[in-house]
């Protein structure tokens, strides 16, 4: 790659970057009875129409961008933490609360999670992937006991998903996280024994992200609204 060539592709990064804090920065500051059209994000951006879709189709793709973005740089934290756990059942354990602890801590990514729909932000995206692969290990060291494993992780992503509307929307105790976990860990067919480990397991949450996108989301994590956006 010629110098020209990366300076147009880092050119292209940053007004991409651009677009997506520019667009979560209105969200969050905008009264949660108020619906949000394209031109409200084209002009809190201070770019053209054209330039915007030169990146998104629409608002939607947008958000889902923004959504995904924000639930990799997690994943990317995480995915250190437990990589030097041999027991696939103990990564699963830790890395989804971990994950629905951190999700809690920003509510307005919560609501953006559940609002953009589990095709969109979840199924073929690296959360699904990362519990496939450690469910999978988990079927081949016989730790788990399942019929299908397709049944079993969509049961599992199902649960942790609707698990977050419950936390967004819903008054739940400090135990509920582990609550959700023991449930679905023991509809996966893993021994008492085993379940017992898990819960001796440290899920503290000890993540700190410093990135563009979720230094805005610090700025405003006492917010819990969601504008509509047409």
């Not at 905008?30 to 990146?55: C, E, H, P, W």
């Not at 890395?95 to 969109?120: D, E, F, H």
């Not at 699904?128 to 079993?152: G, M, P």
């Amino acid at each position: 790659m010629d110098h020209r060539t990366r300076v147009a592709q880092l050119r292209k990064e940053k007004m991409r970057l651009h677009l997506m804090e520019s667009a979560l920065e209105l969200l969050c500051t905008t009264d949660g009875n108020q619906s949000l059209l394209i031109n409200d994000f084209i002009k809190f951006a201070g770019v053209s129409r054209g330039t915007f879709y030169n990146y998104f189709l629409s608002t939607n793709d947008l958000f889902n961008d923004i959504t995904i973005q924000l639930s990799d740089e997690v994943l990317e934290i995480i995915e250190p933490l437990i990589r030097n756990n041999e027991n696939p059942l103990a990564r699963i354990y830790i890395a989804t609360s971990m994950y629905l602890k951190t999700v809690t801590k920003y509510p307005i990514w919560g609501n953006l999670l559940t609002n953009s729909g589990s095709r969109s932000t979840i199924r073929g995206k690296n959360i699904s992937s990362n519990f496939t692969r450690d469910l999978k290990l988990a079927i081949e060291k016989n730790l788990v006991i399942v019929e299908d494993f397709r049944v079993s992780r969509d049961i599992f992503l199902g649960s942790i998903y609707y698990s977050l509307e419950t936390i967004l929307t819903e008054k739940i105790d400090d135990n509920y996280i582990n609550i959700v976990m023991n449930q679905i860990i023991k509809n996966l067919g893993v021994s008492q024994e085993n379940i017992d480990y898990l819960n001796s397991l440290d899920t503290r949450l000890n993540i700190k992200i410093s990135s563009p996108l979720f230094s805005i989301l610090e700025k405003y994590k006492n917010f819990n609204h969601l504008m509509t956006v047409e």
